[in-house]
């Protein structure tokens, strides 16, 4: 085997061309490709283009004919296949000869993964994030109501419509209290909750991307990235989605969830019928129920995978229910425990 006369294909790493190269070992391989390809020869070294396993003289007989080199100079490395996934995905370059391609491909494919996956990459590349105004991008903004002139505003509606049906959800458990001083207690409650919620202009922000950094959730150019489900720290998939890009990403969006770590329905809002019970309105820690309510504070942006709609079994800190005035109101109502004499 040794000495045959082996044909390969070898192309350089920052390049997609190959060339047609016939040797008889690596010595002789590399002085051609060199000269081809106009690679110094002191330090280069060829490497297997799928997985960037480096061809040694050992190694060079066993390869079929015709196998796909690549040709490292020196510094230069190769992991495989993912090189050049990455120069694809380097849109600045690519982008228009990549759409066209993913266009040509998707027209003939017959297979329904391969079209999902053209499908994906077509709809990335051709992102329109940038265009922000309706008369810049119309086809956005189909089917969203006519007063809202850019996208960043109507993500800010987006968001402050989520919020404002937390707020009804708090409204409707009034129906559920049947004694009429803890109902008035609870109104006064949620009018106050209101008040602030309205201060916060309903916490619109975290939606819209010309807000400043620490207020939003998305990146200045408009990518949301999933947070996890709650108990989870991060996405394990990794979800992320862009709904200033195209219709069909805002769209999608819709499907995302801002979950309530310790549960609105099942614990929160329990929680503060409870807590009135007994105390008044102005008892009321109201800081740390809207913060559970309407905040980041136990609000997690979750990918509709990742939203798990299973109990969660966390509860309110039962510490941080009340404010201050009131607890030590409490502990010094607490009866004192008299002492025995002994005899």
């Given at each position: 085997m040794f000495g045959k006369?082996?044909?390969?294909?070898?192309?350089?790493?920052?390049e997609n061309r190959k060339y047609g190269i016939a040797a008889k070992d690596v010595k002789e391989l590399l002085k051609k490709a060199c000269n081809l390809l106009q690679v110094p020869l002191s330090g280069a070294r060829v490497c297997l283009y799928e997985d960037g396993t480096i061809v040694t003289e050992e190694f060079f007989p066993t390869l079929a004919d015709n196998t796909e080199l690549v040709l490292l100079s020196k510094g230069q490395t190769w992991s495989g296949v993912v090189c050049d996934i990455s120069q694809l995905l380097d849109t600045d370059r690519h982008a228009d000869s990549l759409i066209e391609a993913a266009k040509g491909l998707l027209s003939d494919e017959k297979s329904s993964k391969r079209r999902k996956i053209l499908t994906d990459l077509l709809q990335n590349l051709e992102d329109r994030s940038e265009l922000e105004s309706r008369e810049e991008d119309e086809d956005w903004f189909q089917g969203v109501d006519s007063r809202f002139?850019?996208?960043?505003?109507y993500m800010k509606y987006n968001c402050e419509s989520r919020i404002r049906g937390y707020l009804k959800e708090l409204d409707d458990a009034t129906k559920s209290i049947q004694k009429a001083k803890v109902r008035a207690e609870f109104l006064k409650t949620s009018q106050s909750l209101t008040e602030m919620l309205k201060t916060a202009k309903y916490n619109g922000c975290y939606?819209?991307?010309?807000?400043?950094?620490p207020d939003r959730l998305c990146t200045q150019e408009g990518w949301f990235t999933c947070q996890g489900s709650f108990d989870e720290k991060v996405c394990k998939s990794l979800h992320s989605i862009n709904p200033y890009g195209s219709r069909e990403g805002r769209i999608v969006f819709s499907t995302w969830n801002l979950d309530h770590r310790i549960e609105k329905k099942r614990t929160v809002i329990p929680a503060l019928l409870e807590a009135l019970q007994n105390h008044r309105s102005t008892d009321i820690n109201l800081n740390y129920f809207y913060q559970l309510l309407f905040t980041r504070e136990n609000l997690k942006l979750v990918h509709i995978v990742c939203h798990k709609k299973g109990s969660h079994n966390l509860q309110c800190d039962t510490k941080k229910i009340y404010n201050n005035a009131t607890k030590d109101l409490k502990a010094k109502q607490k009866p004192k425990v008299k002492k025995r004499r002994m005899t």
């Open positions: 006369i082996k044909p390969v294909k070898i192309r350089s790493c920052s002139k850019t996208k960043s505003a939606f819209d991307r010309t807000e400043k950094q």
